[in-house]
Structures are given as C-alpha cells and as structure tokens.
C-alpha cells in the first residue's frame, strides 16, 4: 500500500497540472510536465508494484485524461477569462461618423477604392462601393458602417 501513494500523489499532480494548463498561458508548456508526470508515475507502477497494477494506472489514465480535457474546456467556456460577448455591425461606430452623413468633400487620393477624402478640413479614410474615383473630386458621404466611410462622387447623386 506504501508503494502506491508516490504513484497516486503523481497522478493528482499530473491531474492539477493539466488543469493548471487550462488557465495559464504557457503554450503547452505545464501539458508536457503533466505528460512527465503521467509517465514517471505509470513507470513507478509498472517497476515498483506490478504489471497488473501498471495497466489499471495506465487505464484510468486513458479515461481520466480525455474527460479532464473536456471538463477544463467547458470550464474555460464559463470562465472570465474567456470572451462572452460578441461584436455587432454598429459596435465602434461613434457619433462623430454618423454626423459626416452627407457631408461633401474632395478626395486628396484616387479612390481604388479607398482613398483619403478632405471633408470639413480632416483628413478622412475612406472607401467607393467600388468604383475608382479619381483624386480632387467632389464626393459625398452615403454611409458610415462601422469604422469605415462610403463615399460618392457628388455628381453621381
């Protein structure tokens, strides 16, 4: 019973080690500890108490590493360390956009198609719906989707 308890503790190590793997960034680093331990406790087993022994380790091992796996993937899912919400089309669009709507200017670039466009004395990047627009032309701003300005060519209203 003395012979198994280095081998049990090793394996609750190699338990905490992969759970540990889950919440520290260490690139792999803590699983390939874990993997050491797994084995240096498997091999204890399999020298010091028996080959029967040995193959209930190594058993329990094949199914308690798979659903620790799981387990720490479901519970890095629920943790805070993880994303839980998700971005929208009108996150990021600040009020200062939407009031260029309409708002004209010239393009300091071509647009190909996007460019840069002096609309009330800034420079702004922007974008055509395509359409390649050449440099000091009169545009209009059709939209503000997110960060990004659509123009047109003032002519084309």
């Known amino acids: 019973m003395s012979k198994l308890i280095i081998p049990i503790l090793l394996q609750l190590l190699g338990v905490a080690i ?4 889950f919440i520290l960034p260490t690139s792999g680093v803590l699983g390939v500890i874990a993997l ?3 084995g240096y406790s498997l091999f204890l087993v399999f020298t010091g108490i028996s080959v029967e ?11 308690l590493i798979p659903v620790l796996v799981i387990i720490g ?6 943790s805070k360390v993880s994303l839980h919400t998700s971005l929208d089309k009108g996150d990021g669009v600040s009020e ?8 004209e200017g010239v393009t300091v670039t071509d647009l190909r198609p996007a460019g840069i466009a002096l609309i009330g004395g800034k420079r702004i990047d922007v974008v055509s719906k395509g359409d390649f627009i050449l440099k000091d032309t009169e545009v209009v701003i059709s939209a503000a989707d997110g960060n990004r300005i659509v123009v047109k ?3 084309a209203m």
């Open 36 to 38: 050491a331990v797994f």
């Open 53 to 63: 022994a040995g193959f209930v380790f190594l058993l329990a091992d094949l199914i």
């Open 18 to 21: 992969i759970i540990a793997e």
């Open 153 to 155: 060519k003032k002519s």
């Open 73 to 78: 993937i479901k519970m890095l899912a629920k």
């Open 96 to 103: 200062e956009i939407t009031a260029l709507l309409g708002k």
